[in-house]
């Protein structure tokens, strides 16, 4: 019995180390005009802070400005490119990383963070 127990601990540690919250890219409708503009809305869920957004931030301020605005859904986020060219495009992608964000919600659908960056970003 103590064996069973701590097996199922031991995973289920496993998986909540690995857990990261949901974030929704919401302006899947209107994509085109979202890379052209250079400006993206996401829906952070609750596993994310304002401060910890604000802190990754932070260190890509000369790429793209955050803003993150908390809502009863969780945190609405701004993401605006001070200049329109590949380098700022693709360090959005580490602002990602950053937060260990893996994935992305894209209309209901699971989308990797370098299949996102790729499609919707550059």
């Given at each position: 019995?103590?064996k ?9 540690l ?5 857990a ?6 919401s ?7 979202s ?33 993150p ?28 990383v950053?937060?260990e ?22």
């Open positions: 019995m103590k069973i127990l701590g097996i199922v601990l031991g995973m289920f496993t998986v909540a180390t690995f990261n919250g949901v974030v929704t890219y302006d899947a409708a209107t994509a085109e005009k890379k052209t503009e250079g400006v993206f809305n996401f829906q952070f869920d609750s596993n994310f802070t304002v401060e910890d957004i604000n802190k990754t931030a932070n260190y890509y301020t000369s790429y793209f400005t955050v803003t605005l908390a809502t009863a859904d969780g945190i609405a986020v701004l993401i605006k490119l001070n200049d329109d060219n590949e380098m700022a495009r693709r360090i959005v992608t580490r602002f990602f950053s937060l964000v893996r994935e992305i919600m894209v209309e209901g659908a699971v989308v990797l963070i370098d299949d996102f960056i790729a499609k919707y970003v550059m």
